[in-house]
């Protein structure tokens, strides 16, 4: 998906003399390569004894090409032989010699591709010869299957014609589709935006002159097209020139207009840009260290430590009265730290509200700590800030927090275990704390995507250590681009924090029922912190500052009776889930998968989202979760579909499990999360 | 599936005080088994804290038993727990604890199966726990859902609850039924003859009392049960003794009464009996030599060459008139000889009608030439026998034939290429000449089998050559014997012989036209055929008698004029096939694939069929072919099932391909034939 920054733009060449001659034309006029027949005009379809007059394109100059320009300006066209759907034998048998004739030729010049034409929904016996052909040698033509957006001849949906084909075809990713525009729109054109578009063609009889006679489309075509452009769709203009004054440059330069104006992007689609529609194992931050880099991409993020800062502030004026600013400092945890930016963004929030703040930037990868570390004696120096190196879950916290700050959101919200780690956090907490992520709902919709269905076949069996089927009952992390979302994302699962629920299930805590935060406060305002200045008088890392986790490690013989040390997590089962939802589909279409997403109150209306409806403008950090389904389900126009979602858990990891029950049931997907768990 | 010579039948125990008793009672009425629940009655569903007090099955005896006991004697019951649907989470949780720790329980105990009862459509969170069930841990426990015929509660079709539960658990193979009867039969009866039934629940509410005051089914109940002892149900008997005269022993005594009048089988059932839902790979015998003990198998049919007995009969009365017995000389070839079996059929035939014949009996496989030649020498030493030891499509021969025989047939007629052998043998015809058969037809029809579409997921991936999916664009040779049929058969694709058409396609034949066969019988009339009393006075094998078919190999160079000896099949195409064909599903069911047969006319009405509808009574040398479906696709009620089944051919081998497009298309399976071929 190289950019392009100019229309790539075909020219539809329905006969002509001089293949050479007409491709040069093309050109100068800015087109970049034809659309022609391989077989010349006239020919009957079955001439075996005569395929050296029948065959060899348009012209006699096809022999001129040699195979890169083969390759690169001519597209071919299949002839039609309506006599493949005959019941007289011979007669079909003629129409398939002749097909595979074409198809064999082309394969021969190595064009990029061949435009097959459909003409009603008995399309089963070209399919099979496609699929036959795409099986067979060692060619890489691609098959554009031309279909009209509207159907001239009959009530007939035209995406039938080509979901059938498709189908039949078993979405090979080889298959992509020539849309015709056509003057009428059908009224469900955001469903092709989930398949996989390759060109539009579009007849010169769908344009309209302007005042100055020029060739332009009416606002609903131009939309369209300009949707497709972003998909990266190429244009193939076809039919004779209607503008005789300029000829058909005009249209080229209308065409290029058009694409000029789909390159405005935003923020996000600028950052995304090449990522679309790619295939990544979502992160499991858990169990792996991240690298440096990919802390580094994130910080970049314009929005999302912003409303951290201000979630922190409106946070600290709530709990300090102002009349008590000078008197009460609050302890702040930043929960997985990183490489420093919330900790940055605690101590901005805490300046602005004029609060004093304690803070320990508890971090599990040893190797931030040590860049945490350094952050402490240069950037913090004037804070009071203790780094920890140790996890959240096993941390013997000095004292409890007024609140905890953590960015451990994945793209469905709890796929990267937050609910479980702030769990770990709850031995520290006062009972009155608050946890910055507050709550965060996971939202799921259903979609049609062509395009993410055939990346996962393609890495299907890749990993040689996992069945096959693997590939789809795992979750990725996808910049969803060709696609159309079925209805809009409901919500899944929720997680509120803290979840002293948690503790009615597993053994229960005690001190927060007999241990009020001002206890704990004197306990510990005597607390022996390092002073900083004299670390930067001595010049030295002070590596005692990083509480090595190793040190700090619960020992289940002290049981400490005031500060709970023994993680809540057992079995884990209060972070189980399970959610049926139900919508009604509103067209025909196809079943792929799900889009998941999250929406995250940070602290009462400071919200975080990428959930579509309500994304937060700009914020890049996450992409959303594709969670595919095995086998494309077929979906009618009115049917309810019902899904189910599970979040699973063993207390040694976590995994999702989902199936649709309606209209047709699904297997239930990545049972026992044999294919995909993530790890505590 | 050893045959048992009594019924199989466990009793359902709602509560004892002691299950030792309970199984000497049961035993002591006949019944082989029992059906218990693994947790204590009364115990409520989540005591974790008590969980040695709560499981342990109902009393106390319960770890009296060893494994072996514990694997034959008795079936779990998995307790009933309507809180797994529930939207309170804790009850949810609660319930799921408690189904996790009988499944547990059931598989430490190695019992056999477990019951699972199912009271609605609403069972994906069960089916969600059974199916991690059966993918954790290193057990074989069976899961038998047990489903009632008929809902009491509602007007729900409680087939649709087990087509989900088995759907969502993607059809395991451990995942059977225990269908409960019902006073109230339901329509559909047949329909249940697909799926996986290991045991049907009798309460003993169903009996009626005989005039005698024993307890009796109704007879169409009685034919239910009948038919689903055919398919190696077992039953368990269950509800209270309503015949308290005589105890439990008569109901056990009736069952296996009704047990004993199910196993009378025709023979082809005997023949068949073993080979049930077994997979076999089609015979491929043109590329293959057979055994002689596939050969022996064959020639125990005791129909099929009576058959071909009387077509020679017919064929010879009709082609000698009776005036010209004494002059005329027919000639016949058997063309695959194999090791005689036509042979002898043809002569006695021959002899029936009292007309002469020469014989010429054609084999590829040398070493079953070896033994005919041994047959020309004892057992057919008075008749003109000559045997040929070529393969037909290339014997050059030294005079036309008046009859062709040949048994080249596959289950779904076509399938072992005899179109192609026959097409090869068309060189050595004369005009009039007959083809003994002369067509066939196949013949297929819609098929629902739970135990087919599992058989064929469990060689998937075996064959470490071919791809997973392989399997399932594979014909398989099967007994077919727990499925449905959805609709009839209906006829898919003829040949008839001889084809004189394919010469009007292929490089044309000039001898027909212009040869008349006395012409060639005269040419003939000299042939210098070996003197067979020669021979036996020798008394040595004459192998120059065998023409070898290294020398008889045609010479393309040295073309006869008059006796074509160019193989007639470039490019086959005029034995490739189109057909689509498409009929009305009377009920909602599960489409799993597709029975093929065939039905053939050896001469004129003289037929031999493997169709179900007319079916060559007792004739067991062919079972039907089964033609999978990739992915079941639902039917519902009065949807029309539209069906496309190719045959290719690219001159070098043939093959099916296949597709389902309506009510949804699925993929075209075999696609160039990828997955499975027939070589010529």
Known sequence: ???????????????????????????????????????????????????????????????????????????????????????VTEKRICAEEAVKQELHFVAFLSLPAIIVEIKSKNCSNIARMINT?????????????????HSRNCEEDTWHWWNKFRTLCSHHSRIGLALELTADLPSQLERWQGEPIRVVYIPTSVFLMNQKG???????????????????????????????????????????????????????????????????????????????????????????????????????????????????????????????PLVRMSLRGAKRAQRKVRLYAVEKNRNAAVLLQHLCTTEWKDYDVTVVSSDMRFWKAPELADIVVSELLGSLGDNELSPECLDGANRFLKPDAVSIPQSYTSYISPISSHKLYNEIKGVMGLDKNKTPEAAFETLYVVRIHNYHELTEPVPLFTFNHPNWDLDSQNPKPEFHADVSAEVWDKKFSKKDVKDKEDMETNGKTEVNQIQDSQHNHIDPTKANNQIKSTPTMPTNSHNTRYQQFSCTIPFDTMLHGFG???????????????????????????????????????????????????????????????????????????????SYTIGL
């Open 1 to 87: 998906m190289a950019s392009r920054n100019r229309v790539s733009c075909g020219l539809d060449i329905e006969f002509t003399e001089d293949l050479e001659e007409s491709i040069e034309n093309s050109s100068r006029n800015g087109y970049d390569f034809i659309c022609a027949n391989v077989v010349r005009q006239g020919c009957t379809p079955f001439e075996t004894a005569n395929l050296c007059n029948k065959l060899g394109g348009v012209t006699d100059t096809s022999f001129l090409f040699n195979s890169q320009e083969w390759a690169s300006l001519v597209v071919g066209k299949l002839s039609y032989f309506p006599d493949l759907t005959s019941v």
């Open 133 to 149: 052909f795409l099986y067979e040698g060692h060619h890489n033509v691609h098959i554009w299957v031309k279909v009209p957006l």
């Open 214 to 340: 020029f060739p332009v489309l009416s606002r609903a075509h131009q939309q369209f097209v300009k949707n497709l452009m972003k998909l990266n769709c190429q244009i193939v203009l076809s039919g004779p020139n209607l503008n005789n004054a300029e000829g058909i440059l005009v249209y080229h330069q209308y065409l290029d207009h058009l694409f000029q104006g789909a390159q405005n992007l935003g923020e996000y689609e600028k950052f995304s840009k090449g990522y679309e529609d790619h295939l990544q194992a979502p992160l499991q931050p858990l169990m792996d260290n991240l690298e440096s880099s990919t802390y580094e991409i994130f910080e970049r993020d314009p929005i999302k430590y912003k409303k951290y800062e201000e979630a922190v502030y409106r946070c600290l004026l709530d709990q300090i009265p102002d009349s008590a600013k000078e008197q009460q400092t609050a302890v702040i945890m930043v929960l997985g730290a990183g490489r420093g």
């Open 596 to 674: 998941g997403y999250f929406r995250c109150a940070l602290y009462k209306d400071v919200e975080i989202s990428i959930e579509p409806k309500t994304h937060s403008p700009g914020m890049f950090s996450w992409f959303p979760i594709f969670v595919p389904l095995m086998n494309p389900i077929p979906l009618t126009e009115g049917c309810t579909l019902q899904t189910d979602f599970w979040r699973c858990s063993n207390g040694k990891k976590v995994w999702y499990e989902w199936c649709v029950t309606s209209p047709q049931a699904s297997q239930i997907h990545n049972p026992n999360g044999r």
